[in-house]
């Protein structure tokens, strides 16, 4: 794959990026991914490239005839034998130390940085984000884990000295490795969020098993792509696809996981930290998003507090627990502030996010839409039919 270096860091937090040899460096990359859609890939099972009795296919958002790629669907064994994979390389994992496996991770992180444009194109395909937004995605994947590492190695791997009580008695606090994590990612960070809760877990000498969202392997199989090329030994991180009804469910039950991380929704949140610590305490984090509102007082800058509530808002089309959902104004100046937010929400270009004036793409599927549709239909109903409390 050819690759191109940016000379102009972009994150999540970039705004805008005129940089003509950046944008032209992405054009290429979206022809490079053009040649790249369609290709089958396998599951990652310890050393195994497993391919599986069946696919399924990844479609684009952006337009649904195209299949940016196919993924085998995974079953509870694969999912069985991902754990067995994790557990038989654990120790050896967990004995190269935290020295070695901060140095094979940071490698990893380079490795993203360097393929930046090639892996923000495709993503682009995958789940229909704009430039400026998967550039950002795959940036944010590769400092998740150098920061992870530098917290590591700032803390000396965690590894304090006590109080002691006499001269004989040595005592000290020390991180040490759980096991295995099960890792179940959403589709809105694709690489971030699979890369980030599986690079903690590594870093602190515990193997994975991760399941993306069926929305979004090809993503989380390019992460694995970049830990591989790094050196990370086979079986430390597995890659199973497929749906959560077989593949999710597994990594729920299986007493094999250690612990378990899940960004998605409330409802699939809340089950899991129920049920994953039924029946003996297991460790389980659970990232279900929220409710971000913006407080508008009289003295903000108007136009400042318009366009960070318009990116906020909109940005990717709200699909993420960032986005601001609420707006609270102080009463004075509520109608220029609306007027202003109004005016720079039409202005949004919506399209094709692979061409370079296109700030919002499509939703990620036709669930999705149908319930952006429902809310729109919604709020144009009068209060009273809403529910709502009628006001002066």
């Given at each position: 794959?050819?690759?191109?270096?940016?000379?102009?860091k972009?994150?999540?937090?970039?705004?805008?990026a005129?940089?003509?040899?950046?944008?032209?460096?992405?054009d290429?990359?979206?022809?490079?991914?053009?040649?790249?859609?369609?290709?089958?890939?396998?599951?990652?099972?310890?050393?195994?490239?497993?391919?599986?009795?069946?696919?399924?296919?990844?479609?684009?958002?952006?337009?649904?005839?195209?299949?940016?790629?196919?993924?085998?669907?995974?079953?509870?064994?694969?999912?069985?034998?991902?754990?067995?994979?994790?557990?038989?390389?654990f120790?050896?994992?967990?004995?190269?130390?935290?020295?070695?496996?901060?140095?094979?991770?940071?490698?990893?992180?380079?490795?993203?940085?360097?393929?930046?444009?090639?892996?923000?194109a495709?993503?682009?395909?995958?789940?229909?984000?704009?430039?400026?937004?998967?550039?950002?995605?795959?940036?944010?994947?590769?400092?998740?884990?150098?920061?992870?590492?530098?917290?590591?190695?700032?803390?000396?791997?965690?590894?304090?000295p006590?109080?002691?009580?006499s001269?004989?008695?040595?005592?000290?606090?020390?991180?040490?490795?759980?096991?295995?994590?099960?890792v179940?990612?959403?589709?809105?960070?694709?690489?971030?969020?699979?890369?980030?809760?599986?690079?903690?877990?590594?870093i602190?000498?515990?193997?994975?098993?991760?399941?993306?969202?069926?929305?979004?392997?090809?993503?989380?199989?390019?992460?694995?792509?970049?830990?591989?090329?790094?050196?990370?030994?086979?079986?430390?991180?597995?890659?199973?696809?497929?749906?959560?009804?077989?593949?999710?469910?597994?990594?729920?039950?299986?007493?094999?996981?250690?612990?378990?991380?899940?960004?998605?929704?409330y409802?699939?949140?809340?089950?899991?930290?129920?049920?994953?610590?039924?029946?003996?305490?297991?460790?389980?984090?659970?990232?279900m998003?929220?409710?971000?509102?913006?407080?508008?007082?009289?003295?903000?800058?108007?136009?400042?507090?318009?366009?960070?509530?318009?990116?906020?808002?909109?940005?990717?089309?709200?699909?993420?627990?960032?986005?601001?959902?609420?707006?609270?104004?102080?009463r004075?100046?509520?109608?220029?502030?609306?007027?202003?937010l109004?005016?720079r929400?039409?202005?949004?270009?919506?399209?094709?996010?692979?061409?370079?004036?296109?700030?919002?793409?499509?939703?990620?599927?036709?669930r999705?839409?149908?319930?952006?549709?429902?809310?729109?239909?919604?709020?144009?109903?009068?209060?009273?039919?809403?529910?709502?409390?009628?006001?002066?």
């Amino acid at each position: 794959m050819t690759t191109t270096t940016p000379r102009l860091k972009i994150t999540y937090a970039t705004l805008s990026a005129d940089n003509e040899e950046l944008q032209a460096s992405f054009d290429a990359a979206v022809e490079r991914a053009r040649a790249e859609l369609g290709r089958s890939y396998p599951m990652l099972i310890g050393g195994e490239e497993r391919r599986g009795a069946e696919e399924f296919e990844d479609r684009s958002p952006i337009d649904t005839e195209i299949v940016v790629s196919r993924f085998p669907v995974g079953t509870r064994q694969d999912v069985r034998d991902a754990i067995t994979a994790a557990r038989q390389a654990f120790p050896a994992w967990r004995d190269l130390g935290w020295r070695k496996r901060i140095e094979l991770l940071r490698r990893a992180a380079d490795l993203i940085s360097e393929r930046q444009f090639d892996y923000a194109a495709l993503m682009a395909f995958e789940v229909g984000k704009n430039r400026l937004e998967a550039l950002g995605d795959v940036e944010e994947t590769a400092d998740l884990l150098r920061y992870y590492s530098d917290t590591m190695e700032a803390n000396d791997g965690f590894v304090k000295p006590m109080g002691s009580l006499s001269a004989a008695e040595h005592t000290r606090s020390v991180l040490k490795p759980h096991g295995v994590w099960g890792v179940i990612s959403p589709f809105n960070f694709p690489m971030a969020l699979a890369g980030g809760p599986a690079a903690g877990a590594l870093i602190a000498g515990n193997t994975v098993v991760l399941k993306p969202s069926s929305d979004a392997p090809l993503m989380a199989y390019k992460y694995g792509e970049a830990l591989r090329d790094a050196g990370v030994p086979a079986g430390v991180f597995n890659l199973v696809t497929g749906p959560g009804e077989t593949v999710g469910a597994e990594l729920e039950e299986n007493p094999g996981i250690d612990g378990l991380i899940f960004t998605g929704s409330y409802e699939v949140g809340m089950r899991l930290y129920t049920h994953f610590t039924r029946d003996f305490p297991r460790p389980i984090i659970t990232e279900m998003g929220g409710k971000n509102p913006a407080i508008i007082t009289s003295s903000a800058d108007l136009d400042e507090a318009a366009e960070g509530v318009m990116r906020s808002a909109f940005g990717f089309d709200g699909q993420k627990c960032s986005a601001n959902s609420r707006v609270y104004v102080e009463r004075g100046v509520a109608r220029p502030f609306v007027e202003k937010l109004v005016e720079r929400a039409r202005q949004i270009r919506v399209g094709d996010p692979t061409h370079r004036d296109v700030w919002m793409g499509p939703v990620i599927n036709a669930r999705s839409l149908r319930k952006f549709t429902d809310a729109v239909a919604e709020a144009r109903l009068p209060r009273t039919d809403r529910g709502d409390r009628p006001t002066d």
